[in-house]
């Protein structure tokens, strides 16, 4: 399956505890880190909910 770069580009201070915690589960703790998912349809789901924190690298 075809996989994901997630990079983390603003902080979670002051987001939502539900929105620190989809940051976790996505392996983010640090602004620009970046990760390497499997893309399925619970990761897109979790990249709309914090969309706003984050950015999809190709």
């Known amino acids: 399956m075809a996989t994901l770069k997630i990079k983390q580009i603003k902080s979670k ?3 939502p505890i539900d ?3 989809t ?5 983010l703790h640090k602004i ?3 990760v390497e998912r499997e893309d399925t349809p619970s990761l897109r789901g979790m990249i ?6 984050v950015t999809v690298v190709e």
């Open 32 to 34: 620009s880190q970046v």
């Open 19 to 21: 929105q620190k915690r």
């Open 48 to 53: 709309r909910k914090v969309h706003h924190l």
């Open 23 to 27: 940051l976790e589960a996505l392996g």
């Open 13 to 15: 201070i002051g987001a």
